[in-house]
């Protein structure tokens, strides 16, 4: 193993080489982005790819910035598809309900289902090996510093032993590393400034998340401010077109409703 300090970051980085594919969720948000840059700097571009799990539901600044991580790069983002509803509309469209911290059929069916379903039409199911970059901080929810507060930076981890729900014909193929765990916001954003890279401009907007827009399971006063703004208000009218056609009505609490574990990375 080499340790390696970056002179911009202060965190440890130990690079394990892997002839592995690294698989890196890309949602636009920073945290991902800081992954990326640091399967960038350690593997060949041909090792790499970017991921995008796609809900139809985020705001167009991210599907930019999306672009613009692909022409920095120069490697491709794939976006995986859930066929039978490909947007949140059709989705919500297809349930006749809105998702909710019981039913949470966004999750299952564009960061589940649709995930095992790339992994499956790449050959990850066959005898194809990945490494899978996840940008998650534990310090960014108590709930997951709780689930992943233990798990080392600078450790590879069983798939099964972190998403046991995966079926064993992927997770023999496919590890996990969670690169930037013990990182805080600020060595994110710094580790992508110091890469000569833009972060995605939602930030200087406000927003303090990525991915969703809004997150349906969001606190009122999240879903609130989102709403309020100009594409908020295209979002807020398919929200209120649901609700005719459907006949139910839309609620939103006070509390975050949770956030999705494999959402926000
Ligand atoms: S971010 Fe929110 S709305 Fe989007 S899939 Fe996750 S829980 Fe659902």
């Known amino acids: 193993m080499t340790q390696i300090k970056f002179d911009f970051a202060e965190k440890l980085f130990v690079h394990i080489p892997t002839d592995r594919k690294i698989i890196v969720p890309v949602s636009g948000g920073k945290d991902s982005t800081a992954t990326f840059i640091l399967a960038l700097q350690h593997f060949d571009k041909k090792q790499i790819i970017a991921l995008h799990y796609n809900t139809g539901w985020d705001h167009p600044k991210t599907y930019e910035y999306l672009d613009y991580m692909q022409e920095k790069s120069g490697i491709e983002v794939q976006f995986t598809n859930y066929q039978e509803a490909p947007t949140m509309p059709d989705l919500i469209k297809r349930n006749k309900r809105f998702p909710n911290r019981i039913y949470r059929f966004c999750t299952a069916r564009y960061k589940e289902t649709a995930t095992k379903r790339w992994f499956k039409d790449n050959g990850f199911y066959d005898d194809r090996k990945g490494q899978m970059w996840l940008g998650i901080r534990s310090d960014e929810s108590h709930q997951r510093k709780k689930k992943y507060g233990d798990l080392d930076s600078n450790e590879i981890h069983d798939y ?92 939103m609490y006070d509390e975050d409703q949770g956030s999705c574990e494999v959402c926000n990375i």
Not at 175 to 192: A, K, Y
């Open 160 to 251: 099964a032993d972190v998403f046991s729900w995966f079926p064993k014909t992927l997770t023999k193929n496919v590890s996990l590393r969670f690169p930037v765990m013990d990182w805080d916001s600020s060595d994110c954003f710094e580790h992508i400034r110091k890469f000569g890279w833009k972060h995605n401009s939602l930030y200087d907007e406000g927003c303090n998340r990525v991915g969703c827009y809004p997150c349906l399971l969001a606190s009122k006063k999240k879903q609130t401010e989102e709403f309020n703004t100009e594409f908020g208000q295209k979002q807020l009218k398919f929200i209120k077109d649901l609700e005719k056609e459907l006949g139910v009505k839309y609620e």
